[in-house]
């Protein structure tokens, strides 16, 4: 029968202990410094040494040095390979699935090790640092040239490697910094957008912004009518009315990743109209700044053959960012 020996087994105890603290860290104090502290271990040693626990139980296997070598170098293998399948599974790489199969796998196979090491004539047993530290540096004066000179280049590759993991984990870089602009039908799906008016006619959409630009933007949108063809590259604008702008300040929001997506700012927006033909009416995003316009914008002006054109022209080639909605109005 099984019986745990808190001196012998206390490296498999420790993760008995460490994995559920971590998930109340987790979800209890989110963004505590707790979460690093019990995440790195968790993460970064923890499936390697209980993977080399369970295929190398007895003392005489791997040394202590090997042990902690391959215990760094595999959690650093195991932990992408679990995020690589679950990326292949309904659950997809999030937080929570991430969470439960790496806790599932450091328990379980901790608790295989610890059974063969139950198992083993001469088992494996983790003893006090001091010791180790003796023994460590009692092996490493016996060697000798290039023995000598592989350790400690393999000591020095562990803990380089080691401190980029832990550099990288406790100090994210910055998100890319990007805005959300969409438009959506009046129902407030991506459907039902008004295409076909007569003269006079109402039509609405809603007019989204989310801010990820990690710093408060001025943003100003500004919606013009636009008749115009593009041939071999070129563009030639008909006729270009200039309808309306508006403007919103707005603070960035960290993106979610795990939780459900909820809009930021909205505005139902209608328009309407006296010319007839075939359109698109273009809703252009600017931030912070407007280029200027020949002449101080009015109401379904038409701005065709001036500097105007090239806000269309940019809006084509995604220099500025931009929707459209094809519109067709006939005469009633």
Not at 249 to 254: A, D, H, K
């Amino acid at each position: 029968m099984l019986r745990l020996d808190t001196k012998r087994d206390w490296d498999v105890l420790s993760v008995l202990i460490v994995t559920p603290l971590l998930i109340l860290a987790i979800y209890l104090l989110p963004g505590d410094i707790l979460r690093i502290v019990l995440g790195l271990p968790f993460i970064l040693f923890i499936p390697g040494y209980v993977t080399v626990l369970a295929l190398f139980p007895d003392k005489e296997d791997l040394e202590s040095i090997e042990r902690v070598a391959l215990s760094f170098g595999l959690s650093i293998a195991i932990a992408p390979l679990i995020g690589f399948g679950l990326n292949y599974t309904p659950w997809g790489i999030r937080l929570e699935p991430i969470l439960i199969c790496l806790s599932a796998y450091n328990v379980g196979v901790g608790l295989i090790g610890l059974y063969r090491r139950y198992r083993s004539k001469e088992p494996y047993v983790p003893i006090d640092l001091e010791s180790t530290y003796r023994s460590l540096m009692s092996t490493f004066k016996a060697e000798k040239g290039a023995d000598k000179a592989l350790t400690i280049v393999l000591v020095i590759s562990i803990v380089l490697a080691v401190s980029a993991l832990i550099y990288v984990v406790a100090v994210p870089r910055p998100g890319e910094a990007f805005t959300e602009f969409y438009i959506l039908g009046p129902d407030g799906t991506a459907s039902g957008y008004p295409n076909n008016l007569t003269v006079g006619e109402e039509g609405e959409v809603i007019v989204g912004i989310v801010n990820h630009e990690q710093r408060t933007v001025n943003y100003t949108v500004e919606v013009w009518l636009v008749n115009a063809t593009l041939v071999n590259e070129t563009l030639d604008v008909n006729r270009m009315y200039y309808v309306d702008s508006f403007s919103v300040l707005l603070e960035s929001v960290p993106v979610d990743l795990e939780g459900n997506w909820t809009p930021q700012w909205e505005m139902p927006y209608t328009f309407s109209f006296t010319v007839t033909g075939q359109f698109k009416l273009w809703f252009l995003l600017y931030k912070d700044s407007v280029p200027p316009l020949p002449s101080p914008p009015t109401s379904m002006e038409d701005y065709a053959g001036t500097i105007a054109e090239e806000r269309i022209g940019a809006a084509v080639t995604n220099e500025v960012q931009s929707l459209n909605l094809n519109l067709r109005i006939t005469p009633i």
